[in-house]
C-alpha cells in the first residue's frame, strides 16, 4: 500500500471518532525514521483510546502490522503504522509537548 493511501485512512479513522486539529507532516525528504507523521487529539482520556481503537482496527482490516505505546494511560498513545506515525494526544499534553514545533522541515498538510 503507498504512503498516501495509508495516511488518507489513518485520518479518516482519526476523522471518525472526531479526532481534533488533526496535522499531517511529510517528512519523507529529511526523516530516515518515517515518511509522515499525524497528530491529532481529543478531549477525554476514552476519546484518545477511541481513536486509537478506530485506527488498529483499520489496520487489523488491511492486514497491516502496527505497534502501539501509551495505550493504557491514554495521555499521549503512539501508533507506527508502516511508514507513518500516529500521536493521538489527550489535549492538554498535546499543548504541553507542542510536537507541531518539532517538524518544521517537514511539510505540514492542513486535513
Not at 496535522?23 to 497528530?39: A, E, G, P, R
Not at 491529532?40 to 488491511?62: L, P, T
Amino acid at each position: 500500500m503507498d504512503t498516501e493511501h495509508l495516511v488518507n485512512m489513518l485520518i479518516e479513522a482519526c476523522d471518525n471518532k472526531r479526532a481534533e486539529e488533526i496535522m499531517k507532516f511529510d517528512v519523507s525528504d529529511t526523516s530516515s525514521v518515517t515518511d509522515c507523521y499525524l497528530i491529532c487529539h481529543g478531549s477525554s482520556d476514552r476519546q484518545v483510546q477511541a481513536i486509537a481503537d478506530e485506527v488498529m482496527d483499520v489496520c487489523k482490516e488491511n492486514d497491516l502490522d502496527f505497534l502501539v505505546e501509551g495505550y493504557k494511560d491514554a495521555k499521549w498513545i503512539l501508533l507506527d503504522v508502516n511508514n507513518v506515525v500516529v500521536h493521538v494526544f489527550h489535549k492538554p499534553e498535546r499543548e504541553y509537548y507542542n510536537l507541531e514545533r518539532l517538524f518544521k522541515h517537514g511539510e505540514r498538510v492542513e486535513v
